[in-house]
């Protein structure tokens, strides 16, 4: 998902005045939708189950990065890790948790990054 595609669920205006612009060396990463199903059946997971789900993700993607962010030329030698648009993984927990119009997002460090994921479909927690 991209910043693009975040801001189809509310108008531009409105979303832009909602979502924070991250500061310094933050990334705002979105965080996937959460299916209603269990993956290959059609049993309904519950509202605490999907909120258990959003609450340990361990991936997103990239839509804004804080100016400072990848920077620091002795921690990040090789140059940034990510880039706006890449699906990402992090530990669970990681960042600041809010929602904008009923979508998660979290804020958290540069270096929280662990791997960029070329191809998020398979990945879930376990």
Not at 8 to 37: K, T, W
Not at 94 to 120: H, Y
């Amino acid at each position: 998902m991209t910043k693009t595609a975040v801001k189809s669920i509310a108008s531009e205006e409105d979303f832009d005045a909602q979502l924070p612009i991250p500061a310094g060396y933050r990334l705002l990463v979105a965080l996937p939708d959460i299916e209603d199903n269990y993956q290959g059946t059609s049993l309904l997971k519950t509202d605490s189950e999907k909120h258990r789900e959003y609450i340990l993700s361990i991936m997103g993607v990239v839509i804004d990065m804080g100016g400072s962010a990848y920077t620091d030329k002795e921690r990040f030698p090789s140059g940034p890790w990510c880039k706006v648009g890449d699906y990402v993984m992090f530990r669970m927990n990681t960042g600041t948790r809010f929602k904008v119009n009923g979508k998660e997002f979290r804020l958290m460090n540069d270096d929280s990054i662990e791997a960029v994921i070329p191809d998020p479909r398979g990945i879930c927690n376990v």
